[in-house]
């Protein structure tokens, strides 16, 4: 489809084993943003990836959390020994470019259940 | 410290009248202020947004108001309809050194009865 792809949509796992995330954002979009939401809560920034430039990284929560963008396309969010408090939606949204007032396009995220 | 703010987490409207959802902030150094609209199980939509140098912006039955002195907006739907029953959020962005990123409120969870 022509949206931002996310997969899987549904991830149930144990505390302490590893999680991949994956996004496809829409075709041409340089910009390419991580959140989470977790119950009740906003939408909380995670990451940011433009280009080939270095990643904003700044809201990562741990170093448990780490993100790559392959080929200025894809990105995988990974999250390692995961920990009930990482249960959340995990969303990935695109932008043509990053200006501030850019509209960004959203998947349907991941819904990361954590027992 | 939450910078944007969106006081009622609900509001239920009747089909036809108007919806007011209201969102606050702190930070004077927002330039930006976007609504998304969403559904159970989706994604966020991008529903309209206003810049800082404005303080109207209208799109159909949405109209966005921005007072800025105030630090406050709000999204006007008029008419309401029942498929307008969704969460909204409202989100904020500066330029500068965080250019691009959002930083959303909790949202409002609006109920349109027929």
């Known amino acids: 489809g022509a949206g931002v792809s996310q997969s899987p949509s549904n991830k149930v796992t144990e505390k302490g084993k590893d999680v991949e995330l994956r996004c496809d954002p829409i075709s041409g979009h340089t910009a390419l943003y991580w959140y989470r939401q977790s119950l009740g809560q906003g939408l909380e920034f995670l990451i940011y990836f433009q280009g080939n430039s270095a990643p904003d990284k700044s809201g990562l929560p741990s170093d448990r959390f780490s993100a790559e963008r392959t080929g200025g396309s894809v990105s995988t969010l990974t999250i390692q020994r995961t920990q009930q408090e990482d249960s959340a939606v995990y969303l990935c949204a695109s932008s043509a470019y990053r200006e501030a007032g850019q509209p960004q396009h959203f998947g349907d995220g991941t819904r990361l259940s954590i027992l | ?114």
């Not at chain 2, 009248?17 to 930006?32: A, E, G, K, V």
């Not at chain 2, 006007?76 to 500066?94: M, N, R």
């Open chain 2, 1 to 114: 410290d939450q910078q944007v703010k969106q006081n009622s987490p609900s509001l239920s409207v009747q089909e036809g009248r108007i919806s007011i959802l209201n969102c606050d902030y702190t930070n004077s150094m927002f330039d930006y202020f976007l609504w998304y609209k969403k559904y159970p199980a989706e994604g966020p939509t991008f529903l309209i947004s206003i810049s800082s140098i404005k303080d109207k912006n209208e799109d159909g039955r949405f109209t966005v108001f921005l007072n800025k002195s105030a630090k406050h907006l709000s999204l006007h739907i008029v008419p309401s309809q029942p498929g307008d029953s969704a969460v909204y959020f409202c989100a904020a962005s500066a330029m500068g050194g965080s250019q691009g990123n959002l930083i959303f409120g909790k949202g409002t969870k609006l109920s349109v009865k027929p």
